[in-house]
């Protein structure tokens, strides 16, 4: 059980992430790996369904059926999503404080209350960039309802139509002017909830509770945060423009149309490169979650002295999140929080009694009252 809980540097958190990454690769990479083979087994079908309906010339059907399909991938990723990014911020909580951890556990563990991370992640998503989405959707439907049936398109001509024109030229520099406010926006309030996963899955909160408790405890990390972000951002372009440059360089040489097999080959090494770099930003945002514990709430001192024995604090039940090699014995993991220990139990004399209840936890940052030891055979 990992004790030495201190406020890491940046480099440090970046280091941790990267060693915390490396001796479990195995089962990171797993969790990550069920989302990205379902959505490397979708886009095989389309690709194949593709293929099927230009030879067999049904071309008036094949964009609303690409499209269908492109909607209904985009769905199941999402959901997939959510359920990999729980998985891994439990995950990597596990391991970061010493305790043994399985891609069965991780997922049987966060799927139960995968409906509260949903919610979590669309609530969170859309606070951040519903102005920017709106803002793109509303451009759009501009261009398809206003500028392509005027043909402002296919004949650029401004003295052909100069009202159309210039109106197509206001909106799309008001488009250019404020799509950069929309941005910073979305960057901004996306560092405000970055903790908000962590803290819904390690502490059992609700969606709105664990957004609180982001923005709170996201407060002097930000800035780190977003370099976190940026510099897995550059990594990711990195490794998908070294992977993907064959492919790439393919389409432009045959002017965007390439054969099924190229595409398929193409997704298949996207597979590998989702599988190995998805986990990355989970695994930091987790260790910067309890970073910013130990820093405002003294969470290294609680953990030492819960696993010493002296404050067996025992918060509400959350649930069967506790590693699979520590479910046995009276104690029982469905009434316990994730990554806490087992409780000790230490002999009561017989002539005391006091009741428990009544005595508060001691630096339980939690907030939650702890039960008296003896009910722990219950």
Known sequence: METNLRPLTLGEILDRTAQLYRTHFTLFAGIFSIYAGVGLVLNLVQIGLGAAFQRTGVSARLNWIVLTTAAIEWFL????????????????????????????????????????????????????????????????????LYVRPRGLLTHPNASANPHGTFVFGMVTISFLLLFLPSFIYGVVMSLRYALAVPACVIENLKALKAIRRSVELSKGARGRIFILFLLIGVIKLGLVGVTQAFFLAVIFKNHGQV?????????????????????????????????????????????MMQAAGLMPAVPEPAGDFMPPDQQSGPWRASDADPLQPPPLQPAMPPEDETDLRTVPSIGNSTGIATPPPGNAHD
């Open 259 to 303: 054969s099924p097999v190229v595409s398929a080959i193409s997704q298949v090494v996207g597979f590998f490169t989702n599988t190995f770099l998805g986990p990355i930003g989970a695994a930091g945002i987790t260790l910067f979650y309890y970073d910013q514990r130990v820093r405002k709430e003294g969470y290294d001192i609680e953990w």
């Open 77 to 144: 990723l999402v959901l997939l999503l959510g359920a990999a990014l729980a998985a891994i911020s439990l995950a990597v909580a596990w391991v970061h404080l010493g305790e043994r951890a399985t891609i069965r556990s991780a997922y049987a563990a966060t799927l139960p209350r995968f409906g509260r991370y949903m919610g979590l992640m669309t609530i969170t998503g859309l606070i951040a960039w519903f102005p920017l989405a709106l803002l793109y959707g509303g451009y759009l439907g501009f261009v398809l």
